[in-house]
Structure formats: C-alpha cells, structure tokens
C-alpha cells in the first residue's frame, strides 16, 4: 500500500553487495494474457538475477522496479502462482539446481485473482513440495487490510520453512514503513548471515531535531545503520563515536536515501557510542546490522535435520569462536530465542546456553510444549558482552512437528501413565520357571501364573499415541538405566502392532529404572528418526504367595491331566481296535465252535492300550495277553497268574514277550498234547484284499482282525487240536491254506 512495497525493497537491495544475487517477478499483467501448466494469468520477469556487486548494479535494479510497477502502483490482477512458478524457474538457474543457497520474499495485499481457489490449490500441491525438496524458503508478507489472503501466506512460508509477517501487527498501527522495512531488515539479516545489532525503537518526533544513540561493542567489522522513517521530507544525519558525520565522501562509507529510509553502510566501524540524528516530522526507528569477526556457528539441531519433536526435549548447541580460534569461559554471554515463524500465531522461548559441561560447546535443553503450532521456528543465537549488546549471531530455521510418542500404560489397563509406573516382579519356584519358561508352554502360563512372567523379568505395556490416538506407523527401540548406576539395563521392546508394545527387563532388581524410547518410522515430510523419550519405572521384586503357589500347581496338574488324557486319545485313535471271529475246539467237543472274538474290556484298560486284549476277556482264561496289529499280525505273550498254562500253534509255551502266532492252546494241566481239557483257539483271516489262489487255496494279503464279511475280509477259524497241530505253518497240501503277509491258514 501507498507504494511502500518499493521502499522495502530497494532497502533490501541497497543492503546487498558481491556475492548476492536477486530477480524480480512483478505480480502484473496488464495485458491479461494466460499460460503455463494451469493457464492461470500470467507474472512478469522484470529482472532475472542478477549480482548486486556494485552501487551500478543496485541503482538499476532499484530504478527496473520503479518503471516496470509505474512505481509501485497497484494493479486490479495478482498471478501468485505464475509469480512463484517464474521464481523456482529463476532459481533453479541461479543456484545451479540448488547447488547454492536460495529463497524467495512475497510480497502482496491481496489473494490470488482471478482463479483464487484454483491458485490456492495447484500452489500448495504443484509449486510448495518443490521449494520443500529443494530447501528454498519463501518468506511472505502481508500487506494492506485484506485479511482473506493471510492463512495463504502464512501456510506457503510454514511449509517451506520461511518466515510470515504482517504490517497489521507492526509495532506501529496502521499501513506504515515502520512496519514493513523492518522486515526485510530481518529477513536480510537471516538470508545473508548479518548480526541484528542494537536497536533505537519507534520514535515521535516534533518538529526539530531529536537525537538517539546506540552502543557499539569490539570485535565489529562491518556495520549497517537502517533508519526508517514515515515521512518523506524527514533527514537522518550519522555521527560516529570520533563525531565525524558519516557521508558518502568518508572512506569506507556508502549512504543510500529513499522516501521512506536511510542507510548508511561503514567498513571497520568505531567501537563505542554513535548518534542518530533525525530532523522533521512523524516518525522513526533504527534498526542495525553487524558484520563481525566473532563468529557463531549453530551446531544442533544439524541443518539436515528434516524436523524435530514437539512435546519433547531436544538440545539447540552453538560453537563461538574468534579468527578460527575456540572461545570459552565467561567472556561473552550466548543467548537465543526460538520463535514461531509459520503463521500470524505467536510463539516465542527465550534460550541461555552455556559450556560448563564441555568448554566451547553452548547448549541449552529445550522443549516446545505440544499445544504450540506445528510449523516453522527460527533459532537465532547470539553472543554478547558485559553491555548485552549483541556482537555476533547465527540463524536457523527448523520444523517442528508433533511426533507420535511412546507411553507406557498403567498395569492391567490401556490408560496411558503420565508419571512412573509402578511394576511388581513374582519370584517363582524354580520349577514353574522352567516349566512356563519353555517358548511351546509360556503361551498358557498366564491364567496359572495369575498373569506374571514365569521368569525373573519386569512385563511393562506400553503405546505410541500421536493426538491423544494410537500410531501404528512407527517402531519402537529402548535402552534402560537403575538409578543411581550408569550401566545399561538389559532391556526388550516387543512391537505388537497396532501402535502397542510391551518391555521386558531380564533379571531386574528393586528400584527405580529411566527408560529412553528411541522411535522411528515415517511421518508425515519427516522421515526415520523422530526422537529420544524418557519415561520412568519404580520395579519391584517379591516371592509368590504360598496361595500363588498352590493356586498355580493346582491348575498346572490340571493342564497336566488334560495333556495326558488328550495323548491317550490320540495314541487310542492311532491304534487298531480288537475284533474279528474265531472258532474254538475242545477234546471233548472236536467240532469247531465259530463265534466272534469277546472284546469288553475296562474303560481305562481301553484307553491305555486300545489293541490290548487280555486272555481273560477274549477266552474267559487269564494268562495270556493279545496284542492287535495294523497290519493283521496277531502277537501274544504271557502275562500274570496262569500264563503257563498257554502255548502257541507249535506246542511251545507262551514267552513273555509279545511274538507272532497263528493259534493258541489253553492247557489247565500245562500239556496241550494229552490234556484232556485243553482248548484250541485258531485265527485265521485277513483283511479284504484275500483272492482266492489256484488248488482251492486262499492267499491273505494284509491280515487283519476286523469283524467284516467273509469275501472282503479274512475270518478267524479254529480247528481242533489235532489239524491245528498237522496244518499249523504248513500249505503244502491241497485244500489247506497257504499263509502271505502275515495271513493265516484258512480252512476251505
């Protein structure tokens, strides 16, 4: 407004010098033509960059502005977009695609016209990531009383790491140049690594000449004095601390005047008090610029460094050194600020860093609260003397966001904790620690163990939230120390998905533990590492209960019991059952007596053996035992009271280990031959799969004990004592059976 925009920066431009290069795009079209990517109106290149080496070079850049904008007239248009679309063109050229430093200064007093909503939208998503990618900030400023286009502005310079300003919160009210130099002052200032140096504020004056003065320490070897003024006819004279008036005749000397300022530039200034001397009406201030020997280097955050965490301590470091050399001790006093430089919202925290802990290394700890704006801040750190009077400074702009955060929750709940947490630690018998420490057991070791590890270890549950919700896109690693130790802990975070994990400590002991969460992952245009976060834990370590106890070993039998019983099941159903026929002779009874095979048995006899089948419960003889093979095998043993009294198909009494027979003979009086009660039991059979062989016989194939149809299975035959006894094993006669894989005689 009122063609100050001119005034600020021909004020930029006469504070330039070698090595400094600037363009201009002026946000006119008078010609409405359209083009480029959207076919918004179009900008005007008025000068591409160019060096400002010399008064020459400054003078005609100062007088392209004040013809190309018929000086500073507005105009109805306003091609934002374009205008920033000219300029990345501009720097990429300039900077040699970003090899050198570059940014850019906007200024406007309206929003984008025509196609507002348009611009807004292709500028935040076509033109901010690329001055993101290449790290060129745009700082904007908002002038006039239009306040629909400010958020546009002051979100372009959050995402890019630039500074907004806004002429209606200058220090005076009103459109006025007291308002708007400053800022490019400052921004000059930050762009090119200048110290802001002692200021005179706002000033009224009465009609005379009102004198100021400002203090000037050592160790300066450059020094810019900007005095602005709001009234054109108003003169600013300089003298130094030898009271010699400053002109552009003075050796080392350069002096530029504008409607709206004065600046005088000196070379090797004069350590002690200088005097400003202002004649005429209105207003002033001044503001300074120091070029010094003495040099601050920002060390942390590194300039690299994508963002940093709100909410959560971080460390701003700074190095301070004289010709090369290392300044330490009391000498100079550093101090800084951090500021909130994204958007018309304010904040600010005042910075006092030292080197008591590391000679000629300041820092100081800082922690931006998670209520602050996430956005762009600006670091500056300066050293000064006794008088507090700045001698040299450094500037950093850094983004800070607000980053998931590991908690850890309160025991047996998913609220977070804010303080400590308190964890108690059951010392187990040392056979429930092995049992529920195996990897295939510890699943099921929580209802018995009442919820406590089986092994001497802390179980801690924890979160990361982001805005009060879970964050499932990050990892969590951690480290831990006992208080009042510098030994590491060992120490396991588990990631359980979902934004929850839990730390496991390994043998811990009584006492409070620190416990530094270290959180990585991807977040919004901040990637990997998101910071350090130390939270706290009181542990406690105590025997289980003899309740504990008793209550664990009760349900622990009880798993045992069921494991038992679900191995018995499976060994039942892997085992083939008893059955089938048999025919049974006497020697008072010779004929053959077919009838199947008594299987009943006790439950728990079943279970134990499912093809176990005593004699006592197959021929209602104790003595011998029955022993049912898958593959149709039957072998038999003898076994307890009366297994002498059983023989094989050969005659040969029973041994007591299981063996292949064919038939079994039942002798009270231990002599199968002559005993006139013995009792002849013959198998015979197989399973189905039998064909039937040439000469009348049978071959069985597979042999089994099933009690299935004769054509489809083998059959169990007895015979009496005397054709068991000349058939037995043998199948070379005709009409007798011929025995194969386990099969048995078959009588025809």
Same mark, same amino acid.
Do not use: E, M
């Given at each position: 407004p009122n063609g100050l925009r001119c005034s600020a920066a021909n004020a930029y431009i006469d504070l330039s010098g070698p090595g400094a290069y600037i363009g201009v795009v002026g946000l006119d079209n008078g010609d409405g033509a359209r083009g480029g990517p959207h076919s918004f109106e179009r900008a005007q290149v008025w000068a591409p960059p160019a060096e400002m080496a010399t008064v020459a070079a400054r003078q005609a850049l100062k007088q392209t502005i004040a013809q190309k904008s018929n000086n500073c007239h507005p105009d109805a248009s306003t091609p934002t977009y374009d205008a920033l679309n000219q300029s990345l063109t501009m720097l990429t050229g300039a900077t040699h695609n970003g090899q050198l430093s570059g940014s850019v200064i906007l200024l406007t007093d309206g929003q984008p016209d025509p196609d507002t909503s348009a611009q807004v939208s292709a500028i935040t998503s076509d033109l901010t990531p690329q001055f993101q990618r290449h790290s060129w900030p745009v700082d904007s400023i908002a002038l006039g009383s239009d306040t629909g286009f400010r958020s546009v502005l002051s979100d372009l310079s959050n995402a890019t790491s630039g500074t907004f300003y806004d002429d209606a919160h200058g220090i005076v009210p009103g459109t006025s140049p007291l308002n708007i130099a400053p800022f490019f002052v400052d921004i000059f200032a930050r762009r090119n690594g200048r110290v802001v140096g002692p200021a005179i504020p706002p000033t009224q004056l009465s009609g005379g000449t009102t004198s100021r003065n400002f203090q000037l320490g050592d160790y300066a070897d450059h020094l810019d004095v900007i005095a602005v003024k709001d009234q054109p006819n108003t003169s600013v004279t300089l003298i130094a601390p030898n009271r010699q008036a400053v002109t552009a005749s003075v050796a080392g000397a350069f002096v530029a005047n504008d409607p709206h300022y004065a600046i005088f530039s000196i070379d090797g200034p004069q350590a002690?008090?200088?005097? @400003?001397? @202002?004649a005429g009406s209105g207003s002033f201030l001044v503001d300074n610029l120091i070029v010094s020997s003495l040099h601050v280097a920002i060390t942390a955050p590194a300039a690299s460094q994508a963002s940093l965490p709100l909410g959560q301590p971080f460390t701003i470091a700074a190095a301070l050194t004289y010709q090369g050399a290392t300044v330490s001790g009391g000498r100079f006093t550093v101090t800084g600020r951090i500021t909130y430089a994204g958007g018309s919202? *304010?904040? #600010?925290?005042?910075?006092?860093?030292t080197d008591t802990s590391s000679p000629g290394a300041y820092q100081a700890a800082v922690t931006i609260p998670a209520s602050a704006p996430a956005g762009a801040y600006d670091i500056t750190i300066g050293a000064s003397q006794v008088s507090n009077t700045v001698i040299a400074s450094a500037d950093r702009s850094v983004r800070l966001e607000l980053f998931p955060v590991p908690y850890l929750l309160m025991p047996g709940t998913t609220k977070t904790a804010s303080g400590p947490v308190t964890a108690t630690i059951v010392r187990w018998d040392p056979v429930l620690q092995v049992i529920y420490g195996l990897p295939v057991v510890s699943w099921i070791g929580g209802w018995p163990l009442g919820g406590h590890p089986a092994q001497l270890q802390a179980d801690l549950s924890g979160q990361v939230s982001l805005a009060g919700q879970p964050y499932s896109s990050a990892a969590v690693m951690g480290t831990a120390t006992r208080d009042g130790s510098n030994a590491s802990v060992p120490i396991t975070v588990v990631n359980d998905g979902s934004g929850r994990f839990h730390v496991l400590f390994a043998a811990p002991q009584d006492g409070d533990y620190t416990i530094r969460f270290q959180t990585? =992952?991807?977040?919004?245009?901040?990637?990997?590492?998101? =910071?350090?976060?130390? !939270?706290?834990?009181?542990?406690? @370590? @105590?025997?289980?209960t003899p309740l504990q106890e008793g209550i664990a070993w009760l349900i622990t039998l009880?798993?045992?019991?069921?494991?038992?019983?679900?191995?018995?099941?499976? !060994?039942? &159903?892997?085992?083939?059952?008893p059955g089938g026929q048999l025919q049974a002779t006497t020697a008072a009874n010779p004929t053959a007596m077919t009838r199947r095979i008594k299987t009943s048995r006790s439950l728990v006899l079943m279970l134990r053996q499912r093809n176990?089948?005593? #004699?006592?419960?197959a021929f209602g003889r104790p003595g011998a035992a029955l022993l049912f093979t898958r593959s149709g095998v039957v072998e038999a043993r003898g076994q307890g009271a009366g297994a002498d009294r059983w023989f094989d198909e050969s005659g040969r009494p029973l041994s007591d280990h299981f063996h292949i027979v064919k038939g079994l003979t039942y002798s009270p009086g231990g002599r199968p031959q002559d005993d006139p009660r013995a009792e002849t039991y013959t198998f015979q059979g197989g399973r189905a799969g039998g064909r039937s062989g040439g000469n009348g016989r049978t071959t069985a194939r597979g042999g089994g004990w099933e009690n299935t149809p004769a054509r489809s299975s083998a059959r169990l035959a007895a015979r009496s004592s005397r054709s068991a006894g000349s058939s037995a094993g043998r =199948? &070379? &006669?005709?009409?007798?059976? *011929? #025995?194969? #894989? =386990?099969?048995y005689d078959n009588v025809i």
């Open positions: 002690g008090t200088w005097q @400003v001397n @202002v919202i *304010s904040y #600010s925290q005042q910075l006092d860093l990585t =992952g991807s977040f919004k245009d901040s990637h990997g590492d998101f =910071g350090v976060t130390t !939270r706290a834990a009181h542990l406690g @370590v @105590v025997g289980a009880l798993y045992l019991a069921l494991i038992a019983l679900i191995a018995l099941l499976i !060994r039942f &159903s892997l085992l083939p059952a176990l089948l005593p #004699s006592k419960n =199948g &070379s &006669s005709k009409g007798r059976g *011929s #025995s194969r #894989s =386990g099969g």
